[in-house]
């Protein structure tokens, strides 16, 4: 027989108990750090016949076996031959002789003892060298203990070797210092931790069978012929981690992103075990179904909510990466990075990482940029800005981002992580243990729910548990919480108290604290022992960012709250998820002491959270009770608080003129009938007529008619559906706002320039965009007869002249100036408050022909310097609780800088471009500065605008405002006759929908 792998073990249970001896496997490495040093080791094979079997060329053609039988023991003194006896490697090592004695190999066995052996036993010595049969009394004590014969003792005596090891708490450590010297001198302690802990990784799997391919697992087939070699270790596996020795690095990238992966999921409730096989299962989480495949080059970004998976895929990305760069060093070099780590450029922090790996000068870079949505929505689209401009100067490179919904993203780099199927969330269930049938009998939001494989995987280790699953999503999270804090030493109300504490540290602080900032290292340890915080060197983090937000909302209802947050919209920011959580998770009485101060001082940010926190309703059937007048009664307080936080401009939502409103509410069930009713001088008339008679016909009171009713159902499981509703009404009036622009502004010359414009060409009939000065007496004259159409002492609310909304009060106002004087030029006449075109064509196809390239760059400058005048009136006058947090004003001053691209010829395809991004206005500096770019072909010109990779001024309230250096490209709408205020309310708009007080996204407005 040529190979022992081929015979049957004597016994072969060590497969099964492999996961105890932890040493063992160290002594297995030993010998594998022998074959990478160039010894004359052929290969090693694990837990087969004996612990440790080492096939090494013999002096001859043929090898020499070596079966070692490892020996460990706690007492410290050094080995004598009694104890050598009384441990049993002997035996063990016997029946492997016995079992080899009729097969033609040359083999020794090894007593492979833990510590010294003793300078004062002389037989154990002779023993070691072979040598103990030449010994009576050795050999007498050696038969009597195996029960066998004498002479066949002797013969296996002469085969008998002693080897002595390091011991438990040293073995390591000189293996790994052994290992460093095998690899480049530089190496750092975290690439060497990596790459001892991968051969640590590939002994583990010979030692329980899983060495070598595992194609055979993966397609879920029965264990092919020839299994024991995958116990084997030999030249040609080990490779692949030859050639990693020289780039040392990729392997500490490896190591962390296998524990990121298993952190995440034994965090989840998935066992440690199952974590690893996970981990090591490239199919789990590779991206499937419903997902493009990611090209090579360019910016993307997965989308998805909480539990969705999209950091797993991008981290199955990153793995491949890897892979990459380990087989071929001309492969793009893997980057991983967290958004919130990044706080400088995102060059800067690519290039440091990258260069642990190579020179990104010489490499294409693949980067991998988790968690977008964390450190705020605006540093995330600066960063996401930043990415686009990497992946622009250096084309071979890729940038792969996850995000919650809500950044700006184009549809070529928008990839939206796919959701399990229902029967797919049944089968992972099943897979843990769980009863797969649960996703059946819960509600529909449960069942959306758990197509999120995180949620699946909570559901998993409840339903093992037999416990009922939540029936709202948020609580998902305390069941996985009190399944978790089960687990840890200590009581349970400490140690909920301590992960309330950590969270509250780590969102302020960027998702990690110091473990004295929490408490001692006890307290560290029981945190360690609930799987949800992992330890980052003298930093405590949490295994799944959603964990940190859960628990720092639930910090939040007890007031834990740093001091300051509640009043820094920036702080607040960083508070807006777990403050989601905290109101999805609450009563109704948790929600007046949370809530209702938000709304007071941040109605922005409170908007923000309540709308994040509910989801849409399904009417539940199983919702809880609500007694209709109670609820009727938190509406109305609802609705004031709504109402007074967003004055004025809560008086002009709902028409032309200024309208106070209560609410009157019934509420059946989830089902809700509400009506928002007028308030005329303190009283309310239509609450003398019954709910249901109010839009009798035989009243005709108009007082008495509801302004806007509504009917359907409203999430009533949730504490905080009170303060959701009205939202409902506020976005969809605030859409008509901005759309309708309703809204009159004061003391703004460039607001009234327009207007004046706008209404004088109404007036005369002149078509939109015809620019011809108007003759101001005509306009006088047929704004006086439009006026006489109106009884003078009562004014018109509202006016509508050829498409032109207005008031009586503004139409007197203008007739007033008029015969002043204003706005008539020395020629008689109302002009365009902006440059009038040059080029005096007959016929033309679009309208920007009409102007030079230089006239119209002085045109687009004007009209976005109005702009940004109208829109600060804007939102002072009429949004002035909302400054804080609206995009736009909350970074004021700021100035758009940029260039017009124009071409030199004509065409629909040749239409300019503006290529513009929001800077810092110094102080007296112009508010919009454009550089004129001209070119023949717009097709095939490359701009060569700087996009974004100068570093400005910090970012101020940066959760929320727009990102400085973000570059837009757009088509400058400076035609109409009210492009500066048409700009103003897109921006306003836009402001306004990422607070979530409007529901549409308006086109696309340049910024």
Known sequence: MADPIEVEAPDDTGSQ??????????????????????????????????????ARRGPGAGLLWDFQQVKTRDDPSPWRLADVLDKGPLESLWRTHQTLNDHSLTYQLTAALEGDISAKDPLLRLLARGEGAHDRGCLSRVAVRLGADPEAVAVFLKLIRVRTLPRRGDIELRYAAALGELTRPDISQGALKALYSEIVGIVGRAMVGQHGPRWAEWLGLPEPVGWNRSKRIDHASLAPFRQRLERPDLEAMFQCSQERMVNRWVAAGVPPAMALNFAGNPLIGAPQRGMAVLPRHGTFVIEGDYGSGKSLIAERYHLADIDAARVDSAAPLPVYLTAGQVHESLSKAVTAAALRVGDPKTHAVSVVLDGLDEPGL?????????????????????????????????????????????????????????????????????????????????????????????????????????????????????????????????????????????????????????????????????????????????????????????????????????????????????????????????????????????????????????????????????WEAWMAALQPVSHRMFGYRPLDLVVDAQLDGPTLSAQLLQRDEGAVPALSVPFTKRYARENEDRRVT?????????????????????????????????????????????????????????????????????????????????????????????????????????????????????????????????????????????????????????????????????????????????????????????????NLLASRASGYDQAPTLHVRLEPRVQHANRVNLRLVTADDLQTYQPKFDLGTRVVRPLENGSWSRPYTAVVESEPQVFRDTPAIDYAYEWLHQDLAHLHLARRRPWDAGL
């Open 17 to 54: 108990t492999a996961k105890r001896y932890e040493y063992q496997t160290h002594v297995a490495v030993g010998v594998v750090l022998e074959m990478l040093a160039g010894a004359p080791v052929q290969h090693v094979t694990c837990e087969h016949i004996e612990d440790v079997t080492v």
């Open 706 to 898: 509801p302004v806007r009713t509504f009917h359907g159902t409203v999430a009533v499981d949730y504490g905080a559906w009170p303060w959701q509703w009205p939202l409902t009404q506020i976005e969809s009036a605030l859409d008509w706002v901005c759309e309708a622009q309703v809204l009159r502004v004061s003391d703004c010359p460039s607001y009234d320039a327009e207007r004046t414009w706008a209404i004088g060409k109404a007036l005369l009939g002149q078509y939109a965009t015809n620019h011809t000065p108007l003759p101001a007496e005509q306009v006088l004259g047929a704004l006086r007869q439009h006026l006489r159409r109106f009884k003078p002492t009562v004014p018109p609310i509202r006016s509508t002249i050829k498409g032109v909304d207005t008031t009586g009060e503004e139409l007197i106002r203008l007739a007033d100036q008029l015969d002043g004087g204003r706005w008539v030029r020395s020629d008689g006449s109302i002009h365009r408050p902006y440059e009038l075109p040059d080029c005096d064509r007959m016929y033309v196809d679009w309208i920007w022909e009409h102007y030079s390239p230089v006239r119209l760059r002085l045109l687009t400058e004007q009209v976005l310097t109005a702009a940004l005048e109208i829109y600060t009136c804007l939102v002072e006058q009429w949004f002035p609780a909302l400054r804080p947090n609206l995009g736009l004003a909350s970074i004021m001053p700021v100035c758009i800088d940029g």
């Open 378 to 638: 605006a540093r995330g689209y600066q960063l996401l800005v930043q990415a686009r401009t990497l992946t622009a100067v250096n084309p071979e490179w890729r940038v792969l981002a996850t995000t919650r919904p809500g950044l700006d993203l184009y549809e070529q780099e928008r990839r939206v992580a796919p959701l399990l199927t229902h029967d797919e969330a049944a089968v992972l269930i099943g897979q843990l243990g769980g009863q797969a049938g649960v996703v059946r009998q819960t509600t529909a939001e449960v069942r959306d729910a758990l197509r999120r494989p995180l949620f699946a995987l909570i559901a998993a280790e409840l339903s093992r548990n037999d416990e009922q699953l939540p029936n709202q999503s948020v609580a998902f999270l305390e069941a996985l919480a009190r399944t978790a804090i089960r687990r840890a030493r200590g009581p349970e109300g400490e140690v909920r108290h301590y992960l309330l504490r950590l969270a509250a540290a780590t969102v302020s602080g960027g998702g990690r604290a110091l473990v004295a900032d929490v408490g001692d290292e006890g307290v560290a340890d029981a945190l360690l022992d609930t799987r949800l915080v992992v330890r980052q060197g003298r930093c405590l983090a949490f295994a799944l960012p959603v964990l940190e937000q859960y628990f720092a909302g639930q910090a939040a209802l007890r007031g834990w709250v740093p001091s300051g947050t509640l009043g820094d919209p920036t702080l607040l920011g960083k508070w807006r998820y777990a403050l989601a959580l905290a109101v999805a998770s609450c009563s109704w009485e948790q929600t007046q002491e949370l809530v209702a101060p938000l709304v007071a001082s941040y109605p922005g940010v409170a908007a923000w959270v309540v709308r994040e926190a509910i989801p849409f309703p399904r009417g539940d059937p199983n919702a809880p009770h609500v007694a209709s007048d109670a609820a009727a009664q938190r509406l109305k307080g609802t």
